[in-house]
Each structure stands twice: as C-alpha cells, then as structure tokens.
C-alpha cells in the first residue's frame, strides 16, 4: 500500500441509470470498492476525516512492519482494541452494506465487493461474493507458519498460537504498508473486464486500491459515492455525494429498478 494523493473539485448529485436492456446485463460485470466511509455510518472511525484513525496514532507505529518489530504491544493494543469495539453490539451493518447485498442478489450479471475494510460488516450484512484486500480484524496470522485463523480474542504478550504453540509469534492478519494487499491478480484481471466500477466511502489516497478505476475499460461506467470528492475524483464518470447510508440505498435501487423496467 502507498499514501498518494490530489486535490479535484466537488461535483454534482446524479443518479441517472442509463442502460441499455436487462437482457444485456447478464454478461456484464459489476465490481464494487469500499472504504472506511461505508462503515461510518455503523460507528467505525475511518483513517483519515477529522478526529480520524490515522490523526491520534502514527501511521509507521501502527500500521507497518516495522512498527511491529519495534513495538508489538502497541500494534497489538490498537487491534485488540478495534477488534473489541467491532464486537461490540452497537456496531452493525448500516442501510449503505444493506443495500449492497441487494445489489449482489439483484444484480442479473457479475458481481465483485472488494473492500479495504477489515471490519465484517459486510459479511454479516450478507454478501459473499467478497474479497478483503487489506486483511481482516477477526483473524490473527502465525509469523512462523504463516497459518491463518479466526480470532476474537485480544492478542497478548502471552497469547499461545494455535499451530506453533509458542507465544509472540501471532500478528493482526492486516495488510500494513509496505506490505501486498491481497488477491492483486486475480482483482486486476476482473478489472480489466469490469463493466461498471463503483467506489464507495474511500479517499482515494492509499494505493493499489485508488488506482483501481484507472484499471478498467474506458467503456465502464464508473461511478464515486463518497461524502465528498475524493483525490482520485476526476478518474470517474459519474458522482453522488453524502452519506452511504442514503446515497447507496438511493442508487442502488434506482440502479435495480432502471433494470428491472428495461
Ligand atoms: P479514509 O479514511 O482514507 O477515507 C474515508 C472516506 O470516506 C473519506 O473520503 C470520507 O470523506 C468518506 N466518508 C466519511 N464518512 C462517510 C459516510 N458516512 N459516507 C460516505 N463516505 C464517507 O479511508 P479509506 O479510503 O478506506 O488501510 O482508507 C484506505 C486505507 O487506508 C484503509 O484500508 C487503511 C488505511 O490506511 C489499512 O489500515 C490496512
């Protein structure tokens, strides 16, 4: 993952739909991005708005390899304590993940979500055809066998690995930076198919992720839902600003009912 970013202007509310007949829709291929903005709404910081992630703690100690080595207790502390809060009941998928499992069971062609998010709220909300590129908090990965398990249990100094059996050796399964995200070729390839591209709560600051809309066919239709502009904003065709609580909902519907008419 790399930090890059560009300032573009704000520009307007659109949520005209228009395509062609819902029998060509069949073959087409519609890939979803997140962001931390789509999780908002559930109770989740995001990285970088005000009083964000990323504005009380220092990205290199929390975030990076070489943050771990220098000081374990201190990443683990910020995992454990985000991996809590996620399991805490207030925290619940919001009317933005509903809408797209709707839109993942409505959707009559090709359906990715990739979400840079290491929450499980869209899981829980209900989509499967699901990629976590950047890891996942509920699931710690073994530094000597690199085994991956499910985790919701903090991570302690003392904390045994269920393969190694050794303590100190279990770190969050986070992408960090510095480090690949996940399942680059096999997203790449679909992108360089992808019919209609929609990023959704994401500042367009970290890269592969933000690089992703430049990816696809010039014929896409790219659409950016997000609370404002974000730096890779002049990248798409279309662009709907506010909360991903409403604004999914609204588009995705309009979007199902545009097909289902057609
Ligand atoms: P950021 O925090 O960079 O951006 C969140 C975006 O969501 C901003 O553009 C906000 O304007 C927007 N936003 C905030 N509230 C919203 C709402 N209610 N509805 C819609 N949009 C809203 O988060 P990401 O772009 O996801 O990586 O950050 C990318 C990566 O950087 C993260 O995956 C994380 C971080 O370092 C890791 O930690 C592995």
Redesign the pocket.
């Known amino acids: 993952?790399h930090?890059k970013g560009r300032l573009v202007q704000s520009v307007s509310l659109d949520l005209r739909c228009d395509f062609g007949s819902y029998r060509g829709m069949t073959e087409k291929l519609l890939i979803v991005l997140?962001?931390?903005?789509?999780s908002?709404?559930s109770g989740l910081k995001?990285?970088?708005?005000h009083n964000?992630?990323?504005e009380n703690h220092r990205?290199e100690d929390v975030?990076s390899p070489e943050g771990f080595r220098r000081d374990p207790r201190l990443v683990q502390d910020f995992y454990n304590a985000r991996r809590a809060q996620l399991l805490s009941p207030e925290v619940r998928p919001n009317a933005?993940h509903e809408a797209l499992v709707r839109l993942e069971r409505e959707w009559p062609g090709e359906f990715l979500l990739v979400t840079?998010?290491?929450d499980n709220l869209h899981e829980r909300a209900g989509n499967q055809r699901l990629l976590h590129m950047?890891?996942e908090l509920l699931k710690a990965r073994c530094l000597r066998t690199h085994a991956v398990h499910e985790w919701t249990d903090p991570i302690l100094p003392d904390t045994r690995c269920p393969c190694c059996r050794r303590s100190g050796t279990l770190r969050p399964h986070?992408?960090?930076?510095g480090e690949m995200p996940l399942e680059m070729p096999r997203v790449y390839g679909l992108l360089a198919r992808c019919d209609v591209f929609l990023a959704?709560?994401?500042?367009?600051?970290?890269y592969p992720?933000?690089g992703f809309v430049e990816a696809v066919p010039e014929t896409a239709r790219t659409v950016e839902?997000?609370?404002?502009a974000?730096a890779v904003s002049s990248a798409f065709g279309e662009h709907l600003h506010?909360?991903?609580?409403r604004?999914v909902p609204a588009f995705v519907d309009q979007l199902l009912e545009n097909l289902r008419q057609s």
């Open positions: 993952m930090p997140t962001g931390a903005g789509i908002a709404e995001t990285f970088r708005d964000g992630l990323w990205v975030a933005g840079q998010n290491v950047h890891g986070i992408v960090w930076f959704i709560g994401t500042s367009g600051q970290v992720a933000a839902l997000n609370l404002e974000s506010g909360p991903a609580g604004i």
